[in-house]
């Protein structure tokens, strides 16, 4: 809910009175949407009158962009706020005023929660209303314990700022766009239907408007994203609903962008044009983010997904089909409430089956308001931790054999950044890996081939063996 004073009630800004200028600093936890969020939130506080801070001591403004999809990350963010009270009572005695706004999705799910259990906060925003922050900054200048986190019905997207050029040059070559949000599926155990709220997708033109500006910002990889980022249905000019794979090609087709990518996407809304699309489009990489979360029809069935494993290896079968060289990953939740040895089992049968590249796993976490978190037969957290460990050395085994079987291949790297070393830099592979390459600066913004000559934990090394283009 917005606040009761309206926006007409608030004063104009004061002058600072702090004759130093005003820094703010921005802090993302959590997923691509967040920092996403978190870089529109940069430019609205640079036309505010913002410059960057350094670091939490000489920021006037502290936003952290929040998460709540597990309750470790909800937790760290409390703590984080009794840290920065400290610090906001320890600036006080020095004359500086420092604005506390807790923003993203724990702000939406507990709102004036948030307040009571930090009253040093002093405006909480949702994800939905985060175009209204210049506004809630003033109210704040007036009174403390501002909160905004209305579902509003107006296009957040259209009144949002464009990034100006510098700030988006300034963020490299790769970039994220948000091109879909909020999600229907209600699966049992996930927060983002109540924090993110319904799904909506953004119109084609806005979308594509958008990457054209990034794109001349000297941005060569856009990823789309959204947390059901498959479901995407926009609008276009002649007001015809487009799928995601229609979005890629027009987004391909921007000039000056090089690579798409998409993420995260819901194994049922794999339609024939997306999976097609991995064929036809060029410039989109061979890497899919595809969750199943579990091997077991029966925990599938309670988790409320909608599909069996079947469905999954059949869609499996048809990407690689579509794209013989696709790396794959995927999330994977373990002691589900109810799971069952035999379900846990039947996970790990999933993985040795599928193959992944990467993956991220977690252990479920009980989220308020969600069914499952209401459900009987909660697993022990000693259970949890040795599911957890067995299924992530089974999937780093997985990774670290597909990192040794690109050794001896060659494939496109576009480079990001300066590497560690005096001439070296560093890309990404077509597969998402980090790869270092002797070679000038002047690669950044362009990709080249690359033969790859070793594996690191993290990352792989080659040799540039093509001109960049
Ligand atoms: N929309 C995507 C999908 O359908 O798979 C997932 C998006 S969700 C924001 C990211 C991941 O967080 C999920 O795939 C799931 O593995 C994990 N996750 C969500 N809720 C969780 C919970 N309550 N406990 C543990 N992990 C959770
Ligand atoms: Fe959450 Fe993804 Fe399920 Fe939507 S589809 S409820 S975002 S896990």
Redesign the pocket.
Same mark, same amino acid.
């Given at each position: 809910m917005f606040d009761s004073t309206t926006l007409e009630d608030v004063r104009p800004a004061a002058a600072n009175p702090q004759t130093q200028p005003r820094r703010a600093l921005i802090k993302s936890f959590g %997923?691509q949407m967040n920092v996403y969020d978190s870089q529109r939130m940069a430019d609205l506080t640079a036309l505010d009158g913002y410059g960057e801070a350094a670091g939490v001591d000489d920021a006037d403004l502290v936003i952290l962009n929040t998460c709540h999809?597990?309750e470790r990350a909800s937790e760290k963010i409390y703590s984080e706020l009794g840290k920065l009270r400290e610090l906001k009572e320890e600036r006080l005695k020095a004359g500086r005023r420092t604005t506390l706004v807790v923003a993203g999705c724990l702000a939406q799910a507990e709102g004036g929660e948030i307040l009571r259990r930090q009253a040093a906060v002093d405006v909480v925003v949702g994800p939905q209303s985060y175009h209204h922050l210049p506004e809630l900054l003033r109210k704040a200048e007036v009174r403390s314990g501002v909160i905004d986190t209305e579902f509003p019905v107006e296009d957040k997207f259209a009144h949002l700022p464009p990034s100006p050029l510098e700030a988006t040059a300034r963020r490299g070559v790769a970039a994220f766009v948000t091109v879909q949000e909020g %999600?229907d $599926?209600f %699966?049992s &155990? %996930? /927060?983002?239907p109540y924090t993110r709220g319904a799904e909506a997708s953004r119109p084609v033109g806005a979308v594509i408007d958008e990457i054209g500006r990034l794109a001349r910002a000297g941005v060569r990889e856009v990823t789309l994203i959204g =947390?059901?980022v498959n479901a995407y249905h926009g609008l276009d000019r002649d007001r015809q609903a487009t799928r995601l794979a229609g979005l890629i090609a027009a987004a391909a087709a921007v000039n000056g962008i090089r690579r798409v990518r998409y993420a995260?996407?819901?194994p049922n809304d794999m339609d024939e044009q997306l999976i097609a699309a991995h064929r036809n489009i060029g410039a989109l990489a061979p890497y899919l983010h595809l969750?199943i =979360?579990s091997g077991s029809d029966r925990v599938l069935a309670s988790m409320n997904r909608r599909h069996r494993v079947r469905d999954y290896h059949d869609i499996v079968a048809q990407i690689r089909a579509a794209r013989s060289d696709i790396a794959l990953s995927s999330?994977? /939740?373990v002691g589900y409430p109810g799971e069952t040895e035999a379900d846990f089992g039947a996970t790990l049968e999933l993985v040795r089956a599928v193959g992944y590249a990467s993956s991220?796993s &977690? $252990?479920?976490? !009980?989220?308020p308001g969600?069914s !499952?978190a209401e459900m009987g037969e909660q697993i022990d957290d000693t259970v949890k931790v040795r599911r957890l460990a067995t299924l992530q050395a089974l999937l780093e085994d997985q990774r670290q054999a597909f990192n040794a079987g690109c050794i001896g291949r060659r494939f496109e790297v576009l480079f990001e950044k300066p590497g560690r070393h005096e001439g070296q830099v560093v890309g990404r592979s077509p597969y998402m890996q980090a790869v270092h390459a002797e070679g000038p600066l002047s690669l950044i913004g362009a990709l080249a081939e690359v033969e790859i000559a070793g594996i690191g934990p993290n990352s792989l090394w080659g040799r540039i063996v093509s001109p960049a283009s």
């Open positions: %997923c999809i597990r %999600c $599926k %699966c &155990f %996930c /927060i983002v =947390q059901n995260t996407s819901h969750p =979360q999330d994977f /939740i991220f &977690f $252990k479920f976490s !009980a989220r969600t !499952a």
